[in-house]
């Protein structure tokens, strides 16, 4: 893939630089502050695994602005399909006067979800918003209202949604009163499993299987809702043959299973969708992020039986499935396939894995390495067999590597977890010197 800006880490200020200061403190006056930003550095230009700042750095990139720019950051093809739109006509409203690209991407999303049954997509703009209408056909085609969620899930910050995730601070609190009939149940968690990770997935699975038929009854169970590997959680796998049990227990109690694959989907687990790793085939499969490679856009896919039940009318919104961003999703699938990014995904797991064992056994308070694909993280621990969660140390290593000009997140429940999520196009080149990066960060 040919690249407009040098694939290069460059620093040349401190980070943030003094450009990027002045642009935060106009922010500060401009933007109430419960918006947050991992690192305010102000970017002008991004390309490939690289973001450029208003100061002249160049970042190496291992976020991919929460795993959507997975073809990378202004993919020439998105770049060239969006233009040719934007020139022609921006918006009619689907609802108003349909076109073309919207049913395209509606059948190559049927043709990509999991599963060889008929299915069919509506399209809106955001994560929330796809899992809060799955949640909705879900109630609507099972005629119940209960929906099960797991611990350490996150599936948005609508009302819905936020009832739906699980941490407290920052997207819940005192932001109540919740919508009802949301249950959560324990998630096969596997490092803190209390009778280990090889019990995990049976143990978690019976414990959610039994608090369901006795808490709510699974005839008033009409879904639930589970991220196939957990993303703001911390990039927590459930355990092998968790998500297997509890599909195949939805399945016998007429039970709806949506995949949240809003920030695994589209390549960037080394399958198109995680939950092709264990073979799941859900009912509902909701995506967002990396399907239109940075524009706004949104997609539930489901069983067409399933999907086909709501009255005429009940289900939309004024920008879903704007033009523009059906044009960047139908170049980012494109790209997916020409360039065979799940592979490339594998081999980016494959070069980030090792190193990071590797690092752990130098740095014994990474207590975890876990993920797959590119799509991995590292759990960081107070070093003395406790397992505590230590998310001062985290803080401190994202800090460090901002400051070295490394892009990197956290995420956890208890904010102790470094994910990367470099663009699936990075070159091998920057995704090594992101891990020494990382390293350097870690001695000191
Ligand atoms: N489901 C699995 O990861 C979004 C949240 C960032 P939206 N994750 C990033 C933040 O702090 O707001 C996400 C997700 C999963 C749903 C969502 C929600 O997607 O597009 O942010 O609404």
Redesign the pocket.
Known sequence: MTSRLPQERRIVTEIPGPRSRELQERRVAAVPPGVGSVLPVYVTDADGGVVADADGNSLIDFGSG?AVTNVGNANPRVVERVKAQVERFTHTCFMVAPYESYVAVCEQLNRLAPGGHEKRTFLVN????A?ENAVKIARYATGRQAVVAFDHG????TLL?MTLTAKNMPYKHGFGPFAPEVHRMPLAYPYRWPTGPENCGPEAAAQAVDQITKRLGPANVAAVVV?PIQ??GGFIEPAPGFLPAIAAFCRDNGILFIA?E??TGFARTGDMFACEHEGIVPDILTT??GIAGGLPL?AVTGRAEIMDTVHGGGLGGTYGGNPLACEAALAVIEEIERHELTERARRIGETMLPRLRALAERYPEIGDVRGRGAMIAIELVVPDGSKAPDPVRTAEIARRCHARGLLVLTAGTYGNVLRFLPPLVIPDALLDEGLDVLEEAFAG
């Open positions: 929460i955001s994560g929330a918003e899992v996150y599936h948005g910050r949604t991220e993303g703001e949240d809003v920030q967002a992020k949104a």
